[in-house]
T-cell receptor, first 112, second 114 residues
């Protein structure tokens, strides 16, 4: 199984850039890396997805080194509303189907 | 387009009862997965259905079951409820392989067992 490891929690201040790193040593060749954001009592929400190098969208950037054993989610200029739990996901790499494993996630607290 | 719809949003049941939760995926999505979320265990995979067939199953007892209909709507059933089954149950749909296409989650059903 492609297990992921993330910091349990992080604190930041409004306007700062936040980088959350996830390690996934057993990622399979065909797997993408996906990050989700979750607010209390809501389902996780897709943020960004990538396979290698760098991906950027309107809310975040994702950096993936050549060996793909880790990835870093970068949130530019965070605001209070970015306070949430962030999950890094990869597939289980053992065949067809969706059996994605969510790690413990990183609880980001943005302070004023 | 409509998102993933889960009903009911809240549910209170008594130990020993059974419960059925419903999930309507995004139109065109054939994969539906179910997750249980508790404060202690986080998000845990229950099972996945694709074209009415269970394709993957997590490590949950047989009291947890599910099914998918021809229109891709899915239900999950929990029989003989236990206090520990109190959780947020999340349904997620995907166009195909969620590692490539991503999941879209519903808002969940909050089940409380008393």
């Amino acid at each position: 199984l492609a297990k992921t490891t993330q910091p349990i929690s992080m604190d930041s201040y409004e306007g700062q850039e936040v980088n959350i790193t996830c390690s996934h040593n057993n990622i399979a060749t065909n797997d993408y890396i996906t990050w989700y954001q979750q607010f209390p009592s809501q389902g996780p929400r897709f943020i960004i997805q990538g396979y290698k190098t760098k991906v950027t969208n309107e809310v975040a950037s994702l950096f993936i080194p050549a060996d793909r054993k880790s990835s870093t989610l970068s949130l530019p200029r965070v605001s209070l509303s970015d306070t949430a739990v962030y999950y890094c996901l990869v597939g289980d790499g053992e065949g067809a189907g969706n059996m994605l494993t969510f790690g413990g996630g990183t609880r980001l607290m943005v302070k004023p | 387009k409509a998102g993933v719809t889960q009903t009911p949003r809240y549910l209170i049941k008594t130990r020993g009862q059974q419960v059925t939760l419903s999930c309507s995926p995004i139109s065109g999505h054939r994969s539906v997965s179910w997750y249980q979320q508790t404060p202690g265990q986080g998000l845990q995979f229950l099972f996945e259905y694709f074209s009415e067939t269970q394709r993957n199953k997590g490590n949950f007892p047989g009291r947890f079951s599910g099914r998918q209909f021809s229109n891709s709507r899915s239900e999950m059933n929990v029989s003989t409820l236990e206090l520990g089954d109190s959780a947020l149950y999340l349904c997620a749909s995907s166009l195909g392989d969620a590692t490539n296409y991503g999941y879209t989650f519903g808002s969940g059903t909050r089940l409380t067992v008393v």
